[in-house]
């Protein structure tokens, strides 16, 4: 098992920039794909991000490619969500998730996840 703890978040101006962290708990934090999801108030969960193991394959929405970057440390047990050019439309409550081995835009196949991190972006 793993355990995920977001942190990061906050209030930000629209062009503004912010980095979420997401600490993972266990000894084989290296054998899990990690994803970065969002939810705002009254929308379904929706797919951010996601990096192998490795950190050699990394995918984004569309909605943010260009504008987010994810990275992962894994003799730290860290992944990260570099935020640019911030819009309001990614308020959101953000978190990340794991799964073992091979990564997934889909929530429902993310077996792990973290309490959130609420990211406001105000105009």
């Known amino acids: 098992q793993v355990q995920l703890v977001e942190s990061g978040g906050g209030l930000v101006q629209a062009g503004g920039s912010l980095r979420l962290s997401c600490a993972a708990s266990?000894?084989?934090?290296?054998?899990?794909?990690m994803g970065w999801f969002r939810q705002a108030p009254g929308k379904e969960r929706e797919f951010v991000g996601t990096?192998?193991?490795?950190?050699?394959?990394?995918y984004y929405a569309d909605s943010v490619k260009d504008r987010f970057t994810i990275s992962r440390d894994n003799a730290k047990n860290m992944v990260y969500l570099q935020m640019n050019s911030l819009k309001p439309e990614d308020t959101a409550v953000y978190y990340c998730?794991?799964?073992?081995?091979?990564?997934?835009?889909?929530?429902?196949?993310?077996?792990?996840w973290g309490q959130g991190t609420q990211v406001t972006v105000s105009s």
């Open positions: 266990g000894r084989t934090f290296s054998s899990y794909a």
């Open positions: 998730a794991a799964r073992p081995l091979v990564i997934a835009t889909d929530a429902p196949r993310y077996a792990y």
């Open positions: 990096i192998s193991v490795s950190g050699g394959r990394i």
